[in-house]
């Protein structure tokens, strides 16, 4: 059983959040709050396996909780807030919390594939097990990478994704020479302010992909929510077709697309995530004789599809999230010796 707080100043919200939770049989609420204040005190009184937390709340708000919390206890926060706390929430990830929902997705009502997606998450993300990471490096199938021209990076990441991304890509230069294209998994309608948070942390400009933009380096495109971002000659277009392996947007789909476009030109990063996403489209980028790369287990937070990635056997390096920037700037610096 897993012992969950709700922390929200909304009785209403806590009380559809409850009653979602408690309708799995895996989960019993144990206590609520109603602001943060009263939030860390029952949480040093309860001890619970998760604590979920709204962002804007008197007294005390949702990121000052998350500090406090932090002082005594490793317990498995997940922010569920507003849309205009978007941005706020992703600070969050940074602070400690592991994922972020809307809202608007428990009170509007929560369709059976996004339920059990959502349930799976919280039950892993309480289980996860603290380590430290081991700083290393490491190589599969070719120990050379021959020198060619890079013209993109295509990044995939879910859970964990966000903290990942924060520390990843402040340390992209402003100058890198080519674009950066990314899934993320979001909360549907939390892809604006991610981007907004993300423009924060890094030399880069981000933005939210737009139809026919033509990727442009030292700015990294953020797929938007609820459609796939594909790649093409015109530059980026969506398609609303089913969900890949429960997301939309899919990794895989547009790391294939990228493929096509850059063949051999193009590396692909799959971070941190639950799930499979970016495993086949790994495949196809090796395929297309592009350059792969997938986080390590020790600096995931969740390794599923980092995993499900290496396994297909077509990853080139396999690294510590630490060196995966470092990385990306060698490798955009190669110039084609053909």
């Known amino acids: 059983m897993i012992n969950t707080l709700i922390v929200d100043d909304s009785p209403l919200v806590r009380s559809i959040i409850r009653d979602f939770l408690e309708s799995d049989g895996s989960f019993q609420v144990v206590g609520e709050a109603e602001n943060g204040r009263d939030g860390a005190e029952q949480a040093r009184k309860l001890n619970p396996d998760l604590i979920t937390l709204d962002i804007d709340m008197p007294v005390m ?6 500090d406090e919390i932090k002082k005594f206890m490793t317990t498995a926060i997940v922010v569920i807030s507003t849309h205009d706390s978007a941005k ?43 380590s ?46 080519v674009p950066v294209i990314l899934v993320q998994h ?27 933009a033509i990727p442009a380096k030292g700015n990294l495109y953020v797929a938007p929510t609820d459609r796939h971002l594909l790649l093409g000659e015109s530059g980026f277009r969506f398609d609303d077709g089913e969900p890949v392996k429960n997301q939309k947007p899919a990794a895989d789909l547009m790391f294939k697309s990228a493929a096509d476009l850059y063949g051999e030109s193009l590396v692909s990063v799959v971070l941190t995530g639950m799930g499979g996403d970016g495993a086949d489209g790994t495949r ?16 995931s937070m969740i ?13 080139d390096m396999i690294l510590p999230l630490d060196l995966i920037a470092q990385r990306l700037v060698s490798l955009a610096k190669m110039v084609d010796k053909k």
């Not at 599969?140 to 990044?155: F, H, N, Q």
């Not at 979001?186 to 026919?212: C, H, I, M, Y």
């Open 132 to 177: 430290t990471p081991v700083r290393r490096e490491f190589h599969t199938g070719s120990a050379t990478i021959e020198p060619r021209r890079i013209k993109a990076v295509a990044i995939a990441a879910s859970t964990g994704g966000p903290r990942a991304l924060n520390l990843l890509c402040a340390a992209l230069p402003k100058d890198f020479p």
């Open 303 to 315: 390794y599923g599809m980092p995993r499900v990635a290496a396994e297909t056997g077509c990853v």
């Open 61 to 66: 708000n949702g990121l000052e909780a998350i």
């Open 88 to 130: 706020m929430a992703y600070e969050a990830t940074v602070k400690g919390a592991l994922e972020f929902y809307s809202k608007g997705v428990f009170v509007s009502g929560v369709d059976s594939r996004e339920r059990e997606k959502i349930l799976n998450t919280l039950k892993n993300i309480t289980g996860i097990k603290k």
């Open 186 to 212: 979001n909360t549907s309608g939390f892809d604006s302010g991610f981007a907004q948070w993300l423009d924060g942390s890094t030399p880069l400009r981000v933005s939210l992909a737009k139809e026919l």
């Open 284 to 299: 196809y980028v090796k395929q297309a004789g592009g350059i792969t790369i997938a986080q390590d287990e020790a600096s």
